[in-house]
T-cell receptor, first 115, second 115 residues
Framework: AQKVTQAQTEISVVEKEDVTLDCVYE???????LFWYKQPPSGELVFLIR????DEQNEISGRYSWNFQKSTSSFNFTITASQVVDSAVYFC????????????WGAGTKLIIKP | GAVVSQHPSWVICKSGTSVKIECRSL??????MFWYRQFPKQSLMLMAT?????????EQGVEKDKFLINHASLTLSTLTVTSAHPEDSSFYIC???????????FGQGTRLTVV
């Protein structure tokens, strides 16, 4: 069965600390895609990254980095030197070609960055 | 990049009335659109898949007669909440399907409050 698990319901750190948001997924497909979205209080979803199953390279974008490990079915997201503006709910999601790219969502992790 | 525009951003309506939410793809054609519902502090829940020119596919437990979906053109899908009740108050979000080469694009969301 397809599933995305974000075990951390809420994380609270002080500004400038590094923080890692965990994401573990389950799928039987060999072709799949993993995503991270940010949802600030306004509610609008902000796309952060998309990674396909054939590309295990880690990615860095400014203060954001992602660690994709197929061996552990994980796609973790790290924010370096966190800022108050990073406070939001972050969702990890999975889509599969065989399911018409329909997104399967994790429960989300609420990240609170304290000044 | 591709844009999905959703209106209205928020709406307050009286119990028993109907509310229509529009989701437009502004610079591309979308044969498939997804409609989600999100309760406070929860993840996105897929309600239905809207297909241009055919009937929508509803997820288990979603009343098709209450949540009417119309996808009459390749650029417009609408969700009508009929005979709204306070328990229908929620955040509704639409998106296109994405695909092998692109992520899904989301509307801004509609916050519905039924009083």
């Amino acid at each position: 069965a397809q599933k995305v698990t974000q075990a951390q319901t809420e994380i609270s750190v002080v500004e400038k600390e590094d923080v890692t948001l965990d994401c573990v997924y389950e799928t039987r497909d060999t072709t799949y895609y993993l995503f991270w979205y940010k949802q600030p209080p306004s509610g609008e979803l902000v796309f952060l990254i998309r990674r396909n199953s054939f590309d295990e390279q880690n990615e860095i974008s400014g203060r954001y980095s992602w660690n994709f490990q197929k061996s552990t079915s994980s796609f973790n997201f790290t924010i370096t030197a966190s800022q108050v503006v990073d406070s939001a709910v972050y969702f990890c999601a999975l889509s599969e070609a065989d399911r018409g790219y329909q997104l399967i969502w994790g429960a989300g992790t609420k990240l609170i960055i304290k000044p | 990049g591709a844009v999905v525009s959703q209106h209205p951003s928020w709406v307050i309506c009286k119990s028993g009335t109907s509310v229509k939410i529009e989701c437009r793809s502004l610079d591309f054609q979308a044969t498939t659109m997804f409609w989600y519902r999100q309760f406070p502090k929860q993840s996105l829940m897929l309600m239905a898949t809207s297909n241009e020119g055919s009937k929508a596919t509803y997820e288990q437990g979603v009343e098709k007669d209450k949540f009417l979906i119309n996808h009459a053109s390749l650029t417009l899908s609408t969700l009508t909440v009929t005979s709204a009740h306070p328990e229908d108050s929620s955040f509704y979000i639409c998106s296109d399907a994405g695909g092998a080469d692109t992520e899904a694009f989301f509307g801004q969301g509609t916050r519905l409050t039924v009083v």
